[in-house]
Nanobody, 111 residues
Framework: QVQLVESGGGLVQPGGSLRLSCAAS????????MAWYRQAPGKQREWVAT???????NYADSVKGRFTISRDNAKNAVYLQMSSLKPEDTAVYYC?????WGQGTQVTVSS
């Protein structure tokens, strides 16, 4: 089974940017949808964005216009470019291929 490993999280000030990466241990080309989710403390995990194998994208209203999801099938990777970050974006961010979850990467937006 393909394993997913997220990276790129950290502490950033409000208004800042981060780029998350999700590295897969195998090919992701067979997965029609790759997605990012997030879970804030005390809250349920929520969907953030998806990208299809044809590179169509979809975003939660809360991140639309600020986040960009992309995939590179040749590198078996999925990315989430986050800009204009807000404190409410603070969460553990997870990569998902419809079957497996990564371990998550912490994003903290604070001054």
């Amino acid at each position: 089974q393909v394993q997913l490993v997220e990276s790129g999280g950290g502490l950033v000030q409000p208004g800042g940017s981060l780029r998350l990466s999700c590295a897969a241990s195998g090919s992701i080309s067979s997965f029609y949808v790759m997605a990012w989710y997030r879970q804030a403390p005390g809250k349920q995990r929520e969907w953030v964005a998806t990208v299809t194998s044809g590179s169509s994208t979809n975003y939660a209203d809360s991140v639309k216009g600020r986040f960009t999801i992309s995939r590179d099938n040749a590198k078996n990777a999925v990315y989430l470019q986050m800009s204009s970050l807000k404190p409410e974006d603070t969460a553990v961010y997870y990569c998902h291929n419809g079957y497996k979850w990564g371990q998550g990467t912490q994003v903290t937006v604070s001054s």
